[in-house]
């Protein structure tokens, strides 16, 4: 007897895939993620302790509050323009900003200039950053997309972003390159296919010489690379990406579901598990280039936050707050450790052609 689907999720592709044939790779993942009835963004709060997985914001409030003080750099070195907007992509419960906002709250004319912008497509998460984000007191303005945002000088900070956008995954067969599809098994299971036709668009220069089997990943970034040059068209921008993933384009499958703190199979729980696959930093490099960015040489977490004064930001904070000495300890030296998310996490800074280079990277 063929076993019932899943999940509502699960049913609603598999009757789909039933009628209309095989979807994408990038499709499934779109639909996990963002379909408006059963996507996992659109109906679960996701992050933190309790729910699917944690982010270095949720680990320690040191990690917002330096990003919120590179902001301020970056602002002045733009010649602190007033009003200006500082943008957040995928803000989640909106932890980093309130911690951002809390450490801006002392520079000088930046409460003044500051207009806050939260780029969210999630209702659920949108609650949370409104709750997160009323004690400032500033006015926070909401959009859907980044294609929503209107010019302005800039400054966007995004956590987490770049993993969750939509994938392509192209393989290797004995009949040349094919994209890779989702179909349903003999017993009416979602099951990963390849399409039939050839796969006719460029491939990285890894797929020159891959063997049978190898597969490749795509992420389409000149979306979001295309809506910040041109709200930089006459205005600076300085942006920050941090996510985990690789510094250069390899091959090799990386799609993964997270629910509850652990791995599980894709199509376990469709919609109801997050569904992730590592940034490719070369590739994402090279969207904001061929945007007209300057981008700036790639950092590890680690790095980055090190160069900002993580370890003195955290021993103020220890002398402030002895009791809890020992947790902030610990938080902080997960954000940076080197086997963990300190080196697997990656910063990509980039910055409209006219600016000085961004502050905490390497410059070398
Ligand atoms: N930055 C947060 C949350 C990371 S989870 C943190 O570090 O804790 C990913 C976030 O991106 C969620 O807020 C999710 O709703 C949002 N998101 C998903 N797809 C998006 C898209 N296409 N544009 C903007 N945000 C998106």
């Known amino acids: ?40 963004y659109r109906t679960r709060p996701a992050i933190g302790g309790a729910a699917d997985f944690i982010t270095a914001p949720e680990i320690s409030q040191t990690f917002g509050e330096l990003l919120g003080l590179w902001s301020a750099v970056a602002w002045q070195a733009m010649g602190a323009p007033s009003p200006f907007q500082l943008v957040e992509l995928g803000p989640g419960r909106g932890t980093m900003m309130a911690d951002a906002l809390r450490a801006l709250g002392r520079v000088a004319g930046f409460a003044a200039a ?31 997309d980044i294609g929503d945002l209107v010019p302005a000088p800039s400054i966007l900070l995004a956590n987490e972003l770049f993993d969750v956008l939509p994938i392509t995954q192209v393989v ?20 990963f296919s390849v399409a039939r036709e050839p796969w006719l668009s460029p ?10 089997g190898a597969l490749v990943e795509l ?34 499958d990386t799609l ?31 969207a904001f280039t061929d945007a007209g960015f300057q981008v700036e040489r ?8 090190g160069a900002l004064g993580i370890a003195e930001r955290a021993s103020r904070l220890m002398s402030a707050n002895p009791a809890r000495a020992g947790e902030i300890e610990m938080a902080v030296a997960r954000l940076m450790a080197p086997e963990g998310m300190g080196s697997r996490f990656k910063v990509l800074g980039v910055r409209s052609p006219g600016l000085p280079p961004l502050p905490g990277f390497h410059t070398a």
């Open 1 to 40: 007897m063929t076993p019932a689907p899943s999940t509502p999720l699960a049913k609603a592709l598999t009757r789909r895939i039933a009628e209309g044939g095989p979807i994408t790779v990038r499709a499934f993942m779109d639909a996990c993620l963002t379909d408006p009835e059963h996507g996992y």
């Open 114 to 144: 500051v207009r806050i912008v939260l780029v969210e497509p999630s209702p659920v998460l949108r609650e949370m950053q409104r709750t997160a984000l009323g004690r400032t007191g500033l006015d926070v303005q909401w959009v859907d």
């Open 172 to 191: 290797r067969t004995a009949d040349g390159w094919r994209e890779r599809t989702v179909v349903l098994d003999a017993e009416d299971r979602l099951s």
């Open 203 to 212: 491939l990285p220069a890894v797929a020159a010489h891959a063997p049978v």
């Open 219 to 252: 992420r389409d970034l000149s979306p979001i690379a295309g809506a910040l040059a041109r709200i930089g068209a006459r205005e600076p921008v300085a942006a920050l990406f941090i996510d985990y993933g690789h510094e250069a384009t390899g091959l090799g």
């Open 256 to 286: 993964q579901a997270v629910r509850r703190h652990a791995a599980e199979p894709v199509f376990e729980a469709p919609g109801k598990a997050d569904l992730t696959a590592h940034v490719d930093f070369e590739a994402a490099a090279r």
């Open 298 to 305: 790639l950092s590890t977490q680690g790095e980055f936050l």
